[in-house]
């Protein structure tokens, strides 16, 4: 059999220099999961919208061995970019991106369930006038849904490769690789008739885009539609604005067609919709009408507006009650591992300040949080299986609702469900937002999150809470359920106070494509919490033990004269100092100068909290676990023979977690994003005020009601 | 199959589950009606509306998509007959 015209041509290994790809298409249509099977890297893959927010750089390797590089782009279905994350496509298409060179050929890749939508966005990348080679991704899914679509018929009408491919099964990776390889990949045949109304139109704004904003004619021609389509030229102009004289041929053909009662913008659309429309009708046939698909059914159930939220309660519910029972025995190996290893270095060394500092400071400390890596894997699995078959934009749709009546849609809720793991990728998904005052108040709400780093401090404080081993896991669970609960409750509150006094606006309008449900890819929820567990391991044999070796040393030191109590020793020391310092600040909340010194540690990461506690109440290092370290709190005594860790103070400390902002990295995320630190500290402050106050309410309201 | 427009336009959202129509007019904000045309559901769109009363989900070109009632109501459609059933 002849292999086709774009497999058999030179290849690119004639040419020096490595060719440079974009990958570009709709949201959640297979671009990540080819960009690793292209790449060999092992970039997040989720089965929801908004998964890569960022461009991600990775070299691909041709037929012939020569490295190709190629950059996965944030998906988007117009050049006309509404949100931070679609203008980085835009951007790097257009050669506006001073950190990256506007790439030598683009890899469009569209999802073949719906290919007239998904041309729209190749439609507007032709017009750009260069390479491009189009990938027909999840034909087997096409297939099953009664299309039959003509490659052979499209790539002659297009006159570039077009290459049918089914990513998550590594299949058409070999004739796509044998297409890039390519030296001399053909410019389209783009034939599409700009309404005649508009064409003048285009014709001079491209003519002053060349001359007054020198751009490459072709590219002239693509920004001059983009400016009509979409008329907040600012947003399509990017960073750079237009000319004088550009900025007037646009604003004069506007008022005139505006006082003719032209809908310029739609037409453009419209025409070009017609010219897609009549593409598709030559390569696409509807072979068999097919009957409600599997996703049809699950969506019956799932989206109900009753059974929805059974559904949603029911996965939360297993979510935790999963983090209490699967993860005991794990948990047990590490803290016999532990123990086991604290106990040699103690048996093999003589007794002194060295051998505290390794078993109570180093060992002690990490170990403390090592302990809760079952857990955290756990949840990572379980939000990895959510990402994965496609429940996440099924959850965003059932709080839509919820979020609208607070002044927010369901878009920002794929943010907030993020944020479970971790407020960090919660935050850059926000990206996704449209209204930069919608995206600033869920960047706002989102650490509010309970993320699983809070995850330890809930466990140790919930097994001081209710201790023994006949306590029902439900009412741990219970207990554990509810603080999620109320952090969720806490940034919808605030969402919907930001959205009526600092940042006002009104609700945004809720337009999100649902994929279909998809078996979850087990190998990428497994490399997924693979690389979390390493993220979380590394911050235990970094951060953590620099922290935990630290405060031993400001807990042992200066020294306490001979003979003094464990107690006079730490209360002398520099850390005792500092948290003496805070103690009056804390004492109202029912928080003594020790739990002082955990909550300013925490400040770096707030699973620092646990291995604090581990150093300052000395608990026996032998075999540091939760139960040892909770029978060292619960009996703990304030100076006047008190119990220091009453039921009412284990949770108001959870409450305090709940609310108080103690990551700098989200801080230092959330700057970032906001370029700047007004927002980061207004931030800061508001949570930990929050913290605080709810704190005060709880504790006095406890004791006085007797608690 | 007959695909005539069988009433005047309505919107979206008053649409009922397992309906079908096509949109004849956009009438939210410029920004709104751009989007909603780039992502297929412009004017001449055939779409079928699923479920939802306050949120909404429709079909459209064999791609679901979840609309707030607020948006859908923004999206005229003129009602027509369902395309029918083709035998295996």
Same mark, same amino acid.
């Given at each position: 059999m002849a292999l086709p015209a774009h497999i058999t041509a030179t290849a690119a290994g004639a040419t020096s220099r490595q060719p440079v790809y974009a990958l570009v298409g709709n949201p959640n249509c297979g671009k990540s999961t080819l960009f690793n099977a292209l790449t060999g890297l092992k970039q997040k893959i989720g089965n929801y919208p908004g998964v890569t927010v960022e461009k991600k750089v990775g070299t691909a390797y041709s037929q012939h061995g020569q490295p190709i590089t190629v950059i996965d782009l944030p998906g988007t279905y117009s050049l006309a970019a509404r949100s931070p994350d679609e203008a980085v496509t835009r951007d790097v298409l257009l050669g506006r991106r001073a950190d990256t060179a506007q790439p030598d050929r683009i890899l469009c890749i569209v999802d073949a369930t719906n290919l007239e939508r998904n041309l729209y966005l190749v439609h507007q990348i032709l017009d750009l006038g260069r390479p491009v080679i189009l990938v027909l991704n999840m034909m087997d899914l096409a297939a099953r849904s009664g299309l039959e679509i003509n490659v052979d018929q499209l790539e002659k009408l297009l006159g570039i490769p077009v290459i049918a491919c089914e990513a998550i099964h590594q299949r058409g990776l070999i004739e796509l690789k044998l297409a890039m390889s390519r030296a001399d990949l053909p410019l389209a045949r783009h034939a599409w008739t700009v309404p005649a109304a508009i064409a003048p139109a285009v014709s001079e704004i491209a003519a002053a885009l060349v001359e007054g904003d020198r751009k490459s004619p072709l590219v002239a021609r693509a920004e001059a539609l983009l400016l009509l389509t979409d008329q907040d030229s600012v947003r399509v102009a990017g960073s750079t604005p237009l000319s004088p004289r550009t900025t007037e041929i646009l604003r004069a053909w506007q008022s005139r067609w505006t006082q003719e009662g032209t809908d310029w913008a739609g037409t453009l659309v419209s025409s070009r919709y017609d010219a897609i429309g009549a593409l598709a009708a030559e390569v696409v046939q509807l072979r068999t009408e097919v009957g409600p698909s599997t996703s049809d059914k699950i969506d019956a159930i799932v989206t109900h507006a009753l059974w929805g939220w059974v559904v949603l309660g029911a996965v939360m519910t297993l979510l935790f009650f999963s983090i209490f029972t699967l993860a005991e025995s794990p948990m047990n190996w590490i803290d016999g591992h532990v123990a086991a290893l604290s106990d040699t270095i103690k048996s093999a060394m003589p007794p002194g300040d060295l051998r505290d500092l390794i078993t109570d400071g180093a060992i002690g400390g990490v170990g403390g949080v090592l302990i809760f890596l079952p857990q955290i894997l756990i949840l990572f699995f379980f939000i990895g299986l959510l990402e994965s078959t496609g429940y996440m934009a099924r959850a965003a749709f059932i709080m839509d609702r919820l979020m609208s009546r607070v002044g927010l849609n369901g878009k920002s809720f794929i943010p907030m469900l993020s944020s479970y793991a971790c407020a960090i990728p919660g935050i850059m998904a926000t990206r996704t937002i449209e209204d930069p005052k919608d995206r600033l108040v869920t960047i706002l709400v989102a650490p509010l999150m309970s993320c699983s780093a809070r995850l330890p401090v809930y466990l140790l404080m919930i097994a001081a809470l209710v201790p023994g081993e006949r306590v029902p896991v439900f009412t741990k669970v219970g207990i554990m359920l509810f603080m999620y609960a109320l952090g969720t409750a806490g940034a919808f509150f605030f969402a919907w106070l930001f959205k009526r006094t600092l940042l006002k606006g009104e609700p945004p309008l809720m337009i999100m494509e649902l994929p279909p449900y998809r078996l979850p890819g087990f190998k990428d929820v497994a490399l997924h919490m693979l690389e979390r567990a390493w993220i979380f391991v590394r911050r235990a044999g970094t951060v953590i033990l620099g922290i935990s070796i630290i405060l031993w040393f400001l807990s042992a030191y200066p020294k306490a004269p001979e003979g003094s109590t464990p107690t006079a020793q730490l209360a002398q020391s520099f850390a005792g100092r500092a948290g003496h310092a805070i103690e009056p600040l804390i004492k109202p909340i029912g928080f003594d100068w020790q739990i002082g010194i955990g909550l300013i540690s925490s400040f770096a990461a707030r699973e620092v909290f646990v291995s604090t506690m581990g150093v300052v109440f000395n608990a026996e290092s032998a075999d540091e676990n939760t139960a040892p370290l909770r029978t060292a709190l619960l009996s703990a005594k *304030?100076?006047?023979?008190? @119990? $220091?860790? !009453?039921? +009412?103070?284990?949770? !108001? $400390?959870? #409450?305090?977690?709940?609310?108080?902002?103690?990551?700098? =990295? !989200?801080?230092?995320?959330?700057?970032?994003? /906001?370029? %700047? *630190?007004? &927002?980061? #500290?207004?931030? @800061? +402050?508001?949570? !930990?005020? /929050?913290? &605080? #106050? +709810? =704190?005060?309410?709880?504790?006095?309201?406890?004791?006085? +009601? %007797?608690? | 199959m007959n695909r005539e427009p069988t009433t005047a336009p309505t919107p979206l959202c008053q649409l009922h589950a397992g309906a079908a129509g096509r949109v004849c007019g956009l009438t939210g904000d410029t920004h709104f009606c751009q989007r909603v045309r780039e992502m297929g559901l412009g004017e001449s769109a055939c779409v079928t509306k699923i479920s939802g009363t306050t949120t909404i989900i429709c079909q459209v070109s064999g791609t679901r998509i979840a609309l707030s009632h607020a948006a859908a109501s923004h999206i005229l459609v003129e009602k027509i007959t369902p395309p029918a059933p083709v035998a295996g």
């Amino acid at each position: 059999m002849a292999l086709p015209a774009h497999i058999t041509a030179t290849a690119a290994g004639a040419t020096s220099r490595q060719p440079v790809y974009a990958l570009v298409g709709n949201p959640n249509c297979g671009k990540s999961t080819l960009f690793n099977a292209l790449t060999g890297l092992k970039q997040k893959i989720g089965n929801y919208p908004g998964v890569t927010v960022e461009k991600k750089v990775g070299t691909a390797y041709s037929q012939h061995g020569q490295p190709i590089t190629v950059i996965d782009l944030p998906g988007t279905y117009s050049l006309a970019a509404r949100s931070p994350d679609e203008a980085v496509t835009r951007d790097v298409l257009l050669g506006r991106r001073a950190d990256t060179a506007q790439p030598d050929r683009i890899l469009c890749i569209v999802d073949a369930t719906n290919l007239e939508r998904n041309l729209y966005l190749v439609h507007q990348i032709l017009d750009l006038g260069r390479p491009v080679i189009l990938v027909l991704n999840m034909m087997d899914l096409a297939a099953r849904s009664g299309l039959e679509i003509n490659v052979d018929q499209l790539e002659k009408l297009l006159g570039i490769p077009v290459i049918a491919c089914e990513a998550i099964h590594q299949r058409g990776l070999i004739e796509l690789k044998l297409a890039m390889s390519r030296a001399d990949l053909p410019l389209a045949r783009h034939a599409w008739t700009v309404p005649a109304a508009i064409a003048p139109a285009v014709s001079e704004i491209a003519a002053a885009l060349v001359e007054g904003d020198r751009k490459s004619p072709l590219v002239a021609r693509a920004e001059a539609l983009l400016l009509l389509t979409d008329q907040d030229s600012v947003r399509v102009a990017g960073s750079t604005p237009l000319s004088p004289r550009t900025t007037e041929i646009l604003r004069a053909w506007q008022s005139r067609w505006t006082q003719e009662g032209t809908d310029w913008a739609g037409t453009l659309v419209s025409s070009r919709y017609d010219a897609i429309g009549a593409l598709a009708a030559e390569v696409v046939q509807l072979r068999t009408e097919v009957g409600p698909s599997t996703s049809d059914k699950i969506d019956a159930i799932v989206t109900h507006a009753l059974w929805g939220w059974v559904v949603l309660g029911a996965v939360m519910t297993l979510l935790f009650f999963s983090i209490f029972t699967l993860a005991e025995s794990p948990m047990n190996w590490i803290d016999g591992h532990v123990a086991a290893l604290s106990d040699t270095i103690k048996s093999a060394m003589p007794p002194g300040d060295l051998r505290d500092l390794i078993t109570d400071g180093a060992i002690g400390g990490v170990g403390g949080v090592l302990i809760f890596l079952p857990q955290i894997l756990i949840l990572f699995f379980f939000i990895g299986l959510l990402e994965s078959t496609g429940y996440m934009a099924r959850a965003a749709f059932i709080m839509d609702r919820l979020m609208s009546r607070v002044g927010l849609n369901g878009k920002s809720f794929i943010p907030m469900l993020s944020s479970y793991a971790c407020a960090i990728p919660g935050i850059m998904a926000t990206r996704t937002i449209e209204d930069p005052k919608d995206r600033l108040v869920t960047i706002l709400v989102a650490p509010l999150m309970s993320c699983s780093a809070r995850l330890p401090v809930y466990l140790l404080m919930i097994a001081a809470l209710v201790p023994g081993e006949r306590v029902p896991v439900f009412t741990k669970v219970g207990i554990m359920l509810f603080m999620y609960a109320l952090g969720t409750a806490g940034a919808f509150f605030f969402a919907w106070l930001f959205k009526r006094t600092l940042l006002k606006g009104e609700p945004p309008l809720m337009i999100m494509e649902l994929p279909p449900y998809r078996l979850p890819g087990f190998k990428d929820v497994a490399l997924h919490m693979l690389e979390r567990a390493w993220i979380f391991v590394r911050r235990a044999g970094t951060v953590i033990l620099g922290i935990s070796i630290i405060l031993w040393f400001l807990s042992a030191y200066p020294k306490a004269p001979e003979g003094s109590t464990p107690t006079a020793q730490l209360a002398q020391s520099f850390a005792g100092r500092a948290g003496h310092a805070i103690e009056p600040l804390i004492k109202p909340i029912g928080f003594d100068w020790q739990i002082g010194i955990g909550l300013i540690s925490s400040f770096a990461a707030r699973e620092v909290f646990v291995s604090t506690m581990g150093v300052v109440f000395n608990a026996e290092s032998a075999d540091e676990n939760t139960a040892p370290l909770r029978t060292a709190l619960l009996s703990a005594k *304030w100076p006047d023979g008190r @119990t $220091l860790f !009453t039921p +009412l103070v284990c949770f !108001t $400390l959870m #409450i305090f977690y709940v609310f108080a902002m103690q990551c700098m =990295s !989200t801080i230092a995320v959330v700057k970032r994003e /906001t370029n %700047g *630190w007004k &927002w980061p #500290i207004f931030q @800061t +402050l508001y949570m !930990t005020g /929050t913290a &605080w #106050i +709810l =704190s005060f309410m709880v504790y006095q309201g406890g004791r006085a +009601l %007797g608690f | 199959m007959n695909r005539e427009p069988t009433t005047a336009p309505t919107p979206l959202c008053q649409l009922h589950a397992g309906a079908a129509g096509r949109v004849c007019g956009l009438t939210g904000d410029t920004h709104f009606c751009q989007r909603v045309r780039e992502m297929g559901l412009g004017e001449s769109a055939c779409v079928t509306k699923i479920s939802g009363t306050t949120t909404i989900i429709c079909q459209v070109s064999g791609t679901r998509i979840a609309l707030s009632h607020a948006a859908a109501s923004h999206i005229l459609v003129e009602k027509i007959t369902p395309p029918a059933p083709v035998a295996g």
